[in-house]
């Protein structure tokens, strides 16, 4: 004896039915498991609840940001001096992000990333070197506070698409620290620097006289 054409339909409908309910049951009782159009629907009908947000991420470290909402400001990277006798230096453990460069004679300095993270003093501040753009693109349209520069460094800085920080565009970010070398500067850091909003920013500039368009950083 052979199933009808019409049986058949009957046990291909009902078989689809059972797997289908077995599927839906799955997804009810496992929604984190199912894919996002499927919790979406269930959602939507009244099936499961809706999952909570993720928590926020610092999108230069991946972790929890320290206040519990990552800052609406861009990235302030901070020429920081690695000559043995600017150690110790101030800041470098609350940074984002700490680079170590390549100058002259044999010796490195610091660019210290800070966008998470806060810091009251950070230094002793140095001057800015033209790949310095070149490693900071990554980050959007950052703040570069630094302590001054040659005259083709300091072109290539006013050409880059970031906020140029030192002591004649932002005075009030930097101080003397009469504990060290005269030669040496610190910046106040990213809490203490943040200032109003530029005319065509839509984050706040840290400490700028001559604000550009800023944004966030993007994750690395």
Same mark, same amino acid.
């Given at each position: 004896? /052979?199933?009808?054409?019409r049986?058949k339909?009957w046990?291909?409908?009902?078989?689809l039915?059972?797997? @289908?309910?077995?599927?839906l @049951?799955?997804?009810?009782?496992?929604?984190?498991?199912?894919?996002?159009i499927?919790?979406?629907?269930? /959602?939507t009908?009244g099936?499961v609840?809706?999952?909570?947000p993720?928590?926020? +991420?610092?999108?230069?470290?991946g972790?929890l940001p320290? /206040?519990?909402?990552?800052p609406?400001?861009?990235a302030?990277?901070v020429?920081?001096e690695n000559?043995p006798d600017?150690?110790?230096?101030?800041?470098?453990? /609350?940074a984002?992000?700490?680079y170590?460069?390549?100058v002259?004679?044999g010796?490195?300095?610091?660019?210290?990333v800070?966008?998470?993270?806060?810091e009251?003093?950070?230094g002793?501040?140095?001057s800015?070197?033209?790949a310095?753009?070149?490693?900071l +693109?990554?980050?959007g349209?950052?703040?570069?506070?630094f302590?001054g @520069?040659?005259?083709?460094?300091?072109?290539?800085?006013r050409?880059?698409e970031?906020?140029?920080l030192?002591e004649t565009?932002?005075?009030?970010?930097?101080?003397r620290?009469?504990?060290r070398a005269?030669?040496?500067?610190s910046?106040?850091g990213?809490r203490?620097?943040?200032?109003p909003?530029g005319?065509?920013?839509?984050?706040?500039i840290?400490?700028?006289?001559t604000?550009r368009?800023?944004?966030?950083p993007?994750? @690395?």
């Open positions: 004896m /052979s199933i009808t054409p049986g339909f046990v291909a409908a009902v078989t039915l059972v797997v @289908g309910g077995a599927a @049951g799955y997804f009810v009782a496992f929604p984190e498991n199912a894919p996002a499927v919790q979406r629907t269930l /959602s009908v099936l609840e809706e999952p909570p993720p928590p926020p +991420e610092c999108p230069l470290t972790e320290p /206040s519990g909402a990552v609406d400001r861009p302030l990277a020429k920081i000559y600017a150690r110790p230096q101030a800041g470098l453990r /609350s984002d992000i700490v170590e460069e390549p002259e004679g010796i490195t300095r610091f660019i210290a800070y966008h998470c993270s806060d009251t003093r950070v002793p501040v140095r800015a070197r033209a310095d753009p070149d490693v +693109e990554q980050f349209v950052p703040v570069l506070a302590s @520069g040659s005259p083709n460094v300091m072109r290539v800085i050409e880059a970031l906020v140029p030192d565009s932002g005075a009030a970010a930097f101080e620290d009469a504990s005269a030669r040496t500067t910046t106040r990213p203490s620097c943040t200032g909003r005319p065509r920013s839509r984050l706040p840290p400490c700028s006289r604000p368009t800023s944004r966030a993007r994750g @690395g």
